[in-house]
């Protein structure tokens, strides 16, 4: 059950290849240019949570979002107006005004987030990948699909995909 500090509707948003690889030296494996077109349109204006080796992934912090990264090091230093706390609870607590951040990963901030998650905005890509980072399989007895939208591969995409709302049962 919610309470007032925690977000009316908490969502994970990640992309996963047929063999649940998200990720391999720190960086994405594929460029779809509607998933990020889809990411950005979803998470603009909200808090985006996220580890560190996440957020020093992108060459600044995304625009129009409030960065909310998790390390461990306590001295961590990141730039002016992003949030940095020591754990995935603290990353919540801060997103708390906004009534929908997203995690954004990476693999470990996923494990972790993805009990408490209210929504998942998945992303299969219909391939597989040589990878270093996985994501958990999603449980049907947990997690009800409740959209699927199908994308054929194109100029501008190597691969076919499917972007997939699941809500927690």
């Not at 720190?26 to 204006?45: C, E, M, P, Q, V």
């Not at 940095?84 to 987030?113: H, M, R, T």
Request: with cysteine; hydrophobic share 35%; charged share 30%.
């Amino acid at each position: 059950m919610k309470t007032t500090n925690e977000p009316s509707n908490l969502t994970l948003i990640v992309a996963v290849s047929e063999n649940d690889v998200i990720g391999k030296d720190n960086d994405l494996i594929w460029d779809l240019k509607n998933d990020l077109k889809r990411f950005k349109a979803l998470t603009s204006g909200h808090c985006i949570i996220m580890g560190r080796k996440t957020f020093e992934s992108f060459p600044k912090p995304l625009p129009n979002r409030t960065h909310i990264v998790i390390t461990r090091q306590q001295d961590y230093k990141a730039p002016d107006g992003v949030i940095v706390v020591n754990s995935l609870e603290a990353a919540i607590e801060k997103a708390k005004q906004d009534a929908n951040p997203f995690i954004i990963g990476g693999g470990e901030i996923y494990k972790q987030g993805l009990n408490l998650v209210d929504t998942i905005e998945f992303t299969r890509v219909h391939h597989s990948f040589e990878g270093d980072t996985f994501f958990p399989v999603i449980s049907e007895t947990i997690w009800k699909e409740i959209d699927r939208i199908f994308h054929k591969k194109d100029d501008l995409h190597k691969f076919d995909f499917s972007y997939i709302t699941y809500k927690r049962r």
